[in-house]
């Protein structure tokens, strides 16, 4: 019987393995074809500041619409890109149409400019041209590099640590801000934070589960889980400020992350709370925008409601 059933395992994995190789061969191909064919977009997601519950900027989300198969999340084709090579030129069109979007929403808002942050791959910040890449996009939109930030993950850091921070050296020079995405969920963390010449740190989701759902469990794991979860952002806020970053949370879905991140001190959050990723036109113009649970006082903070 054990035979049987390891016979059907092994032909079910094989099985599995062959339509994911399929997958990806044909999301390969399709890849090469839907840059020029225009199927990517990017949607924004706001980015609050804490501190006075204004939008001050959002992040560049990729979508693809894919002619059969539909819209196609990141994760399912952003790695393809990064070992077909194509994420180098799939990320030099991100740039510039972020940074077009970017001096577009600065005509409007005048004196309340939006931020706009980009994801960079790993495979793209490496490339020999990343720097030259940024500053075009700069120079064609006439966005101004302060307004720019580009995200990396913890794995751009891994190799040269000296040739990375030599980079981010260079990128600082053009003026533009750069964040650490997915803070907390790599290796070696803390020594990266120190050495590198970073502005921004995001906490990862994973330390921000949402923390109103009723628990019904009485389940004693879950309410250490959180504890620590608090323990983590709480640390992650505290280090950052001694290191003069700013601190950004990811995933925040509810009033009670909202308290609780206010209450910590970190400077800015993002999440399904203030707005899912959305077309650049469906952004706010407002500064706040009426959607926060926040309203003016006479010194022009705004506090919870
Ligand atoms: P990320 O940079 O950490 O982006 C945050 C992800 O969390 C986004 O998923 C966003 O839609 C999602 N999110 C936002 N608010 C919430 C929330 O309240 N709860 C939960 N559960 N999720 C939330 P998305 O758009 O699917 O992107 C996933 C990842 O794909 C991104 O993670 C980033 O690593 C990568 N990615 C997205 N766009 C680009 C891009 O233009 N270039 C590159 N290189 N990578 C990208
Ligand atoms: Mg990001
Ligand atoms: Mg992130
Ligand atoms: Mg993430």
């Known amino acids: 019987q054990g035979k049987v059933a390891g016979k059907h395992t092994v032909v079910f994995f094989s099985a599995a393995v062959s339509a994911t190789m399929q997958r990806q061969a044909r999301l390969e191909s399709d890849l090469r074809r839907a840059l020029a064919r225009g199927e990517f977009r990017l949607l924004y997601q706001p980015q609050v500041e804490l501190r006075t519950g204004a939008l001050t900027g959002v992040e560049a989300l990729l979508r693809w619409q894919h002619p059969e198969l539909g819209w196609i999340a990141p994760q399912d084709f952003i790695p393809v890109a990064e070992e077909s090579g194509l994420i180098v030129p799939l990320g030099a069109w991100i740039l510039q149409e972020a940074c077009r979007q970017g001096a577009r929403w600065r005509a ?17 910040f490496g490339h020999a041209d990343f720097v030259g890449v940024v500053l075009r996009a700069l120079q064609t939109s006439g966005l101004p590099p302060e307004l720019l930030t580009l995200e990396i993950t913890e794995s751009v850091v891994i190799g040269d640590l000296g040739a990375v921070t030599e980079r981010i050296a260079e990128l600082k020079r053009l003026g533009v801000r750069l964040s650490l995405d997915d803070f907390g969920t790599g290796y070696s963390s803390l020594a990266y934070l120190r050495h590198l010449p970073i502005d921004e ?4 989701k994973v330390f921000l589960p949402p923390l109103s759902a009723p628990d019904t469990s009485h389940d004693t794991t879950r309410a250490r889980d959180a504890a620590e979860d608090r323990a983590m952002v709480q640390a992650i806020v505290s280090l950052a400020h001694a290191l003069e970053l700013e601190v950004v949370a990811e995933g925040v879905e509810d009033a009670a992350q909202l308290a609780f991140l206010r209450d910590t001190g970190c400077d ?18 407002t500064r706040p925008p009426p959607w926060l649970p926040l309203r003016a006082t006479a010194g022009g903070a705004y506090t919870e409601r």
């Open 268 to 285: 800015g959050a993002q999440g399904y709370l203030f707005g899912p990723p959305v077309a650049a036109a469906a952004v706010p113009a």
């Open 108 to 124: 409007q808002r005048g004196v309340h400019p939006l931020r706009v942050a980009v994801n960079v791959s790993a495979l793209q």
């Open 201 to 204: 740190v995001k906490i990862d």
